[in-house]
C-alpha cells in the first residue's frame, strides 16, 4: 500500500514551505523532507530522511538522502530512546531488532541535520493505535466472485470485508490493487462508462490502484462492515487489499497531501505535524493483508 503514502513525496521535496511558489523569488527554505510510520508490534525500520531542493533545480536524486542525519525516537511514557542508524540498502533509517512499537504509546521522532551549511532541527510526535484491529474473516466475503454477480434476489453482489475497530482509531484505509492488471484483463464492458485503449495508455495506473477510506468511524463499535464496490475493481484477476488502521497525522497527511493548490495557482502545504525545519509525515498504523478475485 505504501504506494500512494509515499508517491506524494516527489511533490514535498520540491515544497519551499510558504504559501506560495514563485522561480526565482528567493523564497526557497532548506528543509528536512520526512517520510515515516512506525507499526505495533514491529520494530522501527523505513524512516526516509531527505532534504528538498529549489524547484527550478534538477538534483541528482541521491544527493538528496541525508545519511548523516542524527535521527531518534523516543518513546515518551518510559523515556526510552533509540538512535536509528541509516541502511544503504533500503535507503532509510532503521532502530534495533529488539526495539519493538508498542501498542497505543506515543512516540516522539526527532532530527538533526546539515543542510546548505546550516543545521535544522525537527521533531514530530505520533500516538499508535490501540490493540484491537482485526479482520473477522469469518464473516467477510473475501474469495472469488464474477463480475457483478447477482444473488436469488437479482441485486448485485459486493465482496465485503468485516473487522473490529482499533479502539480510539477512528480512519481506516482501503488500499485496492489489481494484480493481474493488464489491457487483455481489463473489464472494458462495465455500466459506468466508457472506455478504450487510448484511455488505458493515460491513466493505468489509476485504474489499477485504487484508494478509498473511512473516516469519524465509532472506534468502540464491536465491527464495522465495509462494501468494495464494483468502481474499484477495473480488470479480471486477483486483487490485494491492505486495510489501515491510522493515527491522526496519517489521516491529516492522506487527506490533504493531494490538494495543495489553490484556485488562483498558489501552492500551500498539506496538514503536517512537525516542530522545526521539516516536512512530510510521521506516523503510526496497523495494517491487515487480504486477496480477493474477480471471475469473467
Not at 536509528?84 to 519493538?100: K, Q, V
Not at 477512528?170 to 464492458?189: C, K, M, N, Q, T
Not at 505535524?273 to 495494517?287: D, H, L, R, T, W
Request: proline share 4%; net charge negative.
Amino acid at each position: 500500500m505504501k504506494k500512494y503514502l509515499f508517491a506524494i513525496l516527489s511533490l514535498l521535496l520540491v515544497m519551499c514551505g510558504e504559501g506560495t511558489v514563485e522561480i526565482g523569488s528567493g523564497q526557497y527554505k532548506p528543509k528536512i523532507v520526512v517520510e515515516g510510520y512506525i507499526i505495533p508490534g514491529n520494530p522501527i525500520k523505513g524512516i526516509r530522511i531527505t532534504r528538498n531542493f529549489p524547484i527550478n533545480t534538477q538534483p541528482n536524486p541521491f544527493s538528496l538522502i541525508l545519511k548523516n542525519a542524527e535521527v531518534k525516537i523516543t518513546e515518551l511514557e518510559t523515556g526510552k530512546t533509540e538512535i536509528l542508524t541509516y541502511n544503504d540498502s533500503t535507503f532509510s533509517f532503521e532502530g534495533a531488532l529488539n526495539f519493538i512499537v508498542d501498542y497505543d504509546k506515543s512516540y516522539r521522532l526527532t532530527i538533526e541535520a546539515d543542510i546548505d551549511g546550516k543545521r535544522l532541527k525537527a521533531s514530530s510526535t505520533t500516538t499508535t493505535p490501540a490493540k484491537g484491529f482485526e479482520v473477522i474473516r469469518e464473516e467477510s466475503i473475501l474469495d472469488s466472485m464474477k463480475y457483478r454477480q447477482t444473488g436469488a434476489d437479482g441485486k448485485v453482489n459486493n465482496f465485503k470485508v468485516v473487522f473490529k475497530p482499533s479502539p480510539g482509531t477512528g480512519f481506516y484505509v482501503f488500499s485496492i490493487v489489481a494484480l493481474d492488471a493488464s489491457y487483455s484483463s481489463f473489464i472494458y464492458e462495465n455500466p459506468y462508462i466508457e472506455i478504450d485503449s487510448s484511455d488505458l495508455d493515460e491513466s493505468f495506473d489509476n485504474f489499477r490502484n485504487q484508494l478509498k477510506w473511512l473516516q469519524f468511524v465509532n472506534s468502540s463499535a464491536e465491527k464495522i462492515e465495509y462494501n468494495i464496490e464494483w468502481l474499484d475493481t477495473w480488470f479480471y484477476g486477483r486483487y490485494r487489499l491492505i486495510i489501515y488502521a491510522g493515527d491522526e497525522n496519517f489521516r491529516r497527511f492522506l487527506l490533504t497531501h493531494g490538494s495543495v493548490q489553490d484556485p488562483d495557482g498558489n501552492f500551500h502545504e498539506p496538514l503536517m505535524n512537525f516542530e522545526g525545519e521539516a516536512i512530510g509525515v510521521f506516523g503510526s498504523y496497523q495494517a491487515d493483508t487480504l486477496y480477493f478475485k474477480v471471475l469473467k
